[in-house]
């Protein structure tokens, strides 16, 4: 933990306090204190990368967890072929963000992407949609492929609550004439909660470090409209060579991370709370 997590941690902070460049190995003795930090504040390209994080990132976490809500809720009422099911499942959740990435980039591209020509064959549209060049349409394209790729997170962890949750209250609710709505809202859906906000905390950290599908799908493009922190990162680290500033980036996106961890954490002691559990 020491030499892979700790000393890294020390030395790229470090590396934030100065003007360090990868081009200029000498920059890296040079103190700037919080230079690069009050920098940030008037830099337009990495607020306009942070909130569009945040907003990719609010987006992704709901329509998983409405998406996966509603396949553990589908699962939960088989009673043949469910261990099957479940595995099946978790296959996307199996492949690598990279190899999602150019899945989706080839499914959505302009001319030979299977989209198009399914939209072109059954006469619905006429032209070629550009998903990955259109700036709304590109961000739509990484949120479907970060929702497909993910959203089994969501179903298996709220499967797992709905198996562990006790039948009483369920027949208890029957019984007093509740309608299938009522004891969804009221006695299945607070049991779920805690899981619930499980699976937000730890997707809100991968989320939070989208890089990969980003990069292979659109690059960042069109003209940055694509853009996230940890894309924008990489780019002011490696290719601007500018390895101070984005140390001082990915510090800033770092506490994004623990602020929404903090949330949800805050989120499933309220929630256990709620039902009666141990804080």
């Not at 919080?34 to 945040?54: G, K």
């Not at 198009?116 to 990955?132: C, T, V």
Request: glycine share 6%.
């Amino acid at each position: 933990m020491l030499f892979v997590v700790a000393i890294p941690l020390v030395f790229s902070f470090y590396t934030s306090l100065t003007p360090y460049r990868l081009t200029r190995p000498e920059t890296i003795e040079t103190f700037i204190g919080f230079r690069n930090y009050v920098r940030l504040w008037e830099d337009a390209a990495f607020w306009a990368a942070f909130w569009r994080t945040i907003l990719f990132l609010v987006i992704a976490l709901n329509v998983e967890f409405l998406l996966g809500l509603g396949i553990a809720l589908l699962i939960n009422k088989i009673t043949w072929g469910q261990r099957t099911l479940r595995t099946i499942m978790m296959f996307p959740m199996m492949f690598s963000p990279i190899l999602v990435g150019f899945q989706f980039k080839f499914i959505f591209n302009d001319n030979i992407g299977i989209v198009n020509n399914a939209l072109q064959s059954m006469g619905i549209i006429d032209f070629a949609i550009p998903w990955l060049v259109d700036a709304r349409l590109a961000m739509f394209s990484i949120i479907f492929a970060e929702v497909w790729m993910s959203t089994s997170v969501f179903a298996i962890l709220l499967l797992a609550g709905l198996f562990a949750m006790p039948r009483d209250p369920l027949e208890a609710a029957k019984v007093d004439g509740c309608n299938a709505w009522q004891t969804f809202r009221h006695i299945t859906l607070p049991f779920i909660m805690p899981f619930a906000f499980i699976a937000m905390t730890i997707r809100s950290l991968d989320v939070a470090r989208a890089y990969d599908i980003v990069q292979v799908m659109t690059d960042g493009g069109p003209a940055g409209r694509t853009e996230l922190l940890w894309t924008l990162i990489a780019r002011v680290g490696y290719e601007n060579a500018r390895m101070g500033q984005a140390n001082a980036m990915a510090y800033v996106s770092t506490i994004l991370s623990i602020a929404f961890t903090y949330f949800f954490f805050t989120k499933l002691v309220a929630a256990r709370r709620y039902m009666g559990g141990a804080e």
